[in-house]
């Protein structure tokens, strides 16, 4: 078994050159990674040599605890920058396994510090040793934050005078000797929205047979509440029907928020929000009432905050098939959902939530995330 654990901790050796060439595209070698998905697995990453490579590409290792970043490491990076990058206000994200165990953007006055706590305290138990991401530079208070718990690598876009040498004091905290800190430039200059500008951006997937999927990014037309349609469908024979209340100006506004975090959990995916902070986050479920299930239990079973469940809002990462996740949601509370749209049975769902009293909008596209 010590050898085992001893390969979480040992940097593995790979024949990787220094630069490769992808479908004409010319990669540099950044640096050669702790390992791969797995310890066993050395691994390297790379940036294209052009100026395309944004955040991640350039960023800079300030920490690098015991030989340096893995695979998931950067995995997770990314996945918090995936909707980071979609928050105005100051904001945090908890990662743990390419999916956010927990996230928060401020509202009103709320420093760093308790929007961090906020994205953490959604399910304190995944938290552990978790990567944990910024929107904005990390001040001591924060700092000390993170350091009271089990946090394996945080990144973010500059750290406040005071904030590097608490991270450094891990003896003090008796935890966190290996935390890994990295420093990230570019977060704005990521492609978010529909006519951003994508040049250089491609996703690659290669499949185990060596086949190569080459897709476009995935783009957002949802830029604010505005975006938000009401739900309306069509009955076979019964004529159309529409979704009898609009969401308050707090639900419309949580509702932009759960659909942005949403790009980030893998599908299937349920994001249940309240006031700017996760309550739960239902993900990689194979059919679309067991993420609701699973968010509503990890609610029930892990939320360690101050909110209750009643008058949140719910984003679904595709269309609702069928009106037992509007039903289930109800039960609990939930008073609005935001979905995709374009389910056969989609006049069934609204009118469950007329039923009972939910608003629904549609976004008109999906999110699915099959990372």
């Given at each position: 078994?010590?050898d085992?654990?001893?390969?979480?901790?040992?940097?593995?050796?790979?024949?990787?050159?220094?630069?490769?060439?992808?479908?004409?595209v010319?990669?540099?070698k950044?640096?050669d990674?702790?390992?791969?998905t797995?310890?066993?697995?050395?691994?390297?990453?790379?940036?294209?040599?052009?100026?395309?490579a944004?955040?991640?590409?350039?960023?800079?290792?300030?920490?690098?605890?015991?030989?340096?970043?893995?695979?998931?490491?950067?995995?997770?990076?990314?996945?918090a920058?995936?909707?980071?990058?979609?928050?105005?206000?100051?904001?945090?994200a908890?990662?743990?396994?390419?999916?956010?165990?927990?996230?928060?953007?401020?509202?009103?006055?709320?420093?760093?510090?308790?929007?961090?706590?906020?994205?953490?305290?959604?399910?304190?138990?995944?938290?552990?040793?978790?990567?944990?991401?910024?929107?904005?530079?990390?001040?001591?208070?924060?700092?000390?934050?993170?350091?009271?718990?089990?946090?394996?690598?945080v990144?973010?876009p500059?750290?406040?005078?005071?904030?590097?040498?608490?991270?450094?004091d891990?003896?003090?905290?008796?935890?966190?000797?290996?935390?890994?800190?990295?420093?990230?430039?570019?977060?704005?200059r990521?492609?978010?929205?529909?006519?951003?500008?994508?040049?250089?951006?491609?996703?690659?997937?290669?499949?185990?047979?060596?086949?190569?999927?080459?897709?476009?990014?995935?783009?957002?037309?949802?830029?604010?509440?505005?975006?938000?349609?009401?739900?309306?469908?069509?009955?076979?024979?019964?004529?159309?029907?529409?979704?009898?209340?609009?969401?308050?100006?707090?639900?419309?506004?949580?509702?932009?928020?759960?659909?942005?975090?949403?790009?980030g959990?893998?599908?299937?995916?349920?994001v249940?929000?309240?006031?700017g902070?996760?309550?739960a986050?239902?993900?990689?479920?194979?059919?679309?009432?067991?993420?609701v299930?699973?968010?509503?239990?990890?609610?029930?079973?892990?939320?360690?905050?101050?909110?209750?469940?009643?008058?949140?809002?719910?984003?679904?990462?595709?269309?609702?098939?069928?009106?037992?996740?509007?039903?289930?949601?109800?039960?609990?509370?939930?008073s609005?959902i935001?979905?995709?749209?374009?389910?056969?049975?989609?006049?069934?769902?609204?009118?469950?939530?007329?039923?009972?009293?939910?608003?629904?909008?549609?976004?008109?596209?999906?999110?699915?995330?099959?990372?």
């Amino acid at each position: 078994m010590s050898d085992i654990r001893s390969m979480y901790t040992s940097a593995r050796t790979g024949e990787f050159p220094d630069h490769v060439e992808i479908l004409g595209v010319f990669f540099e070698k950044v640096n050669d990674l702790r390992y791969g998905t797995n310890p066993h697995q050395p691994a390297a990453y790379y940036r294209p040599r052009s100026s395309a490579a944004l955040a991640l590409g350039h960023c800079r290792i300030l920490k690098e605890g015991k030989n340096g970043l893995s695979q998931t490491n950067l995995e997770d990076m990314n996945g918090a920058l995936t909707i980071l990058k979609y928050a105005d206000s100051p904001a945090a994200a908890v990662m743990k396994h390419v999916n956010p165990s927990g996230v928060a953007e401020a509202r009103g006055q709320s420093d760093l510090r308790s929007v961090y706590v906020r994205a953490r305290d959604c399910d304190p138990q995944a938290a552990f040793g978790a990567v944990v991401g910024f929107n904005r530079p990390v001040d001591p208070a924060t700092a000390e934050e993170i350091m009271s718990t089990v946090v394996e690598c945080v990144v973010a876009p500059g750290y406040e005078n005071g904030s590097l040498e608490i991270f450094e004091d891990a003896r003090r905290f008796g935890r966190n000797r290996d935390i890994r800190i990295v420093e990230t430039p570019g977060l704005e200059r990521l492609p978010r929205f529909v006519d951003d500008d994508t040049s250089g951006h491609l996703d690659i997937k290669m499949l185990g047979d060596g086949t190569v999927v080459l897709a476009a990014p995935f783009l957002t037309a949802i830029r604010s509440e505005a975006d938000l349609k009401l739900a309306s469908a069509v009955y076979r024979q019964q004529g159309s029907i529409r979704v009898e209340r609009a969401p308050t100006e707090q639900e419309a506004r949580d509702l932009i928020f759960a659909w942005h975090t949403a790009f980030g959990v893998r599908s299937n995916a349920v994001v249940v929000v309240k006031n700017g902070a996760t309550l739960a986050v239902g993900t990689g479920q194979q059919d679309r009432v067991g993420a609701v299930e699973q968010a509503i239990d990890k609610y029930q079973r892990k939320y360690r905050g101050e909110e209750r469940i009643e008058g949140a809002v719910l984003a679904s990462d595709g269309y609702i098939p069928f009106r037992d996740s509007v039903d289930l949601a109800a039960r609990v509370g939930i008073s609005a959902i935001v979905q995709p749209g374009g389910s056969l049975r989609d006049a069934e769902c609204i009118a469950a939530c007329n039923e009972h009293g939910i608003a629904m909008t549609f976004t008109g596209e999906r999110c699915f995330s099959h990372h």
